[in-house]
């Protein structure tokens, strides 16, 4: 095999992949409306009491402790989660509730947006790409309203549009078994360390609009990061960089003591 064999293999692979998500997509949000919840599997139910604990936690505000304490054993839990392709609850379009600015890290007001450039970095066999806007829009437009969850205490209802992830890593896919993937605003203002399984996650958008309108610069124009199975710290605004690696990248909020997976 030469290295565009497989690089070829590996983008197949995905692209089965997430044909398969999509799949459940449908068979998942079909249970969702009938049940509330979502069991999906065995293991789902042998997690779920620690899941609902998680939960019930964080509902109290602030931190929530057992996640600062348990990082491994969330990770695990999440994990198993994804494994049974566990999906975020998605809402009708009369529960779209006003979207709220939080955390202006990295953003600059008087950044123009008509500069911006994504930067892939680590894709197998390639030298790093430079994408537009418009590159990222050729992708397939999907659309979702989902809760947004800040673990300040708050949670809003909000409509993405956006490009899936996984269809971008389809197309600049990162060497086969990469573990993470970091993405950074301009000059590192902010960051976040995510693992391949959210990012492989069909719910997962690099998202340009916000409540069907584009995003505005306290939103992360002209593209974010809109991941309903993590808490809002992960959804990082305005990213300039992708990034694949093996080591579990850094963390802006996982930095100050929050934690690192931050799953919900
Ligand atoms: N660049 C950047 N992205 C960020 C933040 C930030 O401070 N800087 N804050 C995060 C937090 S804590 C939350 S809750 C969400 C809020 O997104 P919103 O302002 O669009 O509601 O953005 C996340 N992404
Ligand atoms: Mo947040």
Request: hydrophobic share 40%; charged share 25%.
């Given at each position: ?60 505000g ?29 809402f009708?379009?009369?529960a779209i509730t006003n979207a709220r600015i939080n955390g202006g890290v990295?953003l ?37 309203t989902t809760e947004l969850r800040c673990i300040e205490g708050w949670s809003i209802v909000v409509h993405w ?29 902010y ?16 998202a340009?609009e916000l409540n069907g309108a584009?995003l505005t610069w306290q939103h992360g124009a002209?593209?974010r990061l809109a991941m309903p199975?993590k808490y809002g710290y992960k959804q990082i605004k305005r ?25 919900h």
């Amino acid at each position: 095999m030469t290295d565009d064999d497989i690089i070829i293999a590996h983008a197949d692979a995905l692209r089965k992949a997430i044909a398969e998500n999509d799949v459940n997509v449908d068979r998942e949000v079909r249970r969702l409306s009938r049940r509330g919840f979502i069991v999906a599997g065995a293991a789902a139910v042998a997690a779920y009491g620690g899941w609902k604990f998680l939960r019930l936690a964080s509902r109290e505000g602030d931190v929530p402790w057992p996640l600062r304490r348990g990082l491994e054993t969330n990770e695990k839990l999440s994990e198993t989660y994804f494994r049974t392709a566990r999906l975020s609850r998605t809402f009708p379009a009369s529960a779209i509730t006003n979207a709220r600015i939080n955390g202006g890290v990295g953003l600059q007001p008087n950044y123009d947006p008509a500069n911006w450039r994504l930067r892939v970095e680590g894709i197998a066999g390639q030298p790093p790409a430079t994408l537009t806007l418009s590159d990222v829009k050729s992708f397939p437009r999907r659309d979702m309203t989902t809760e947004l969850r800040c673990i300040e205490g708050w949670s809003i209802v909000v409509h993405w549009t956006g490009t899936r992830l996984a269809d971008l890593m389809a197309k600049f896919s990162p060497p086969s078994g990469t573990r993470y993937v970091a993405m950074e605003s301009p000059g590192r203002g902010y960051y976040v360390g995510l693992d391949m399984l959210s990012c492989l996650h069909p719910q997962t958008l690099l998202a340009y609009e916000l409540n069907g309108a584009p995003l505005t610069w306290q939103h992360g124009a002209p593209l974010r990061l809109a991941m309903p199975v993590k808490y809002g710290y992960k959804q990082i605004k305005r990213i300039e960089t992708i990034r694949y690696t093996d080591v579990r990248p850094a963390d802006f909020w996982g930095d100050r003591g929050y934690d690192w997976y931050a799953g919900h």
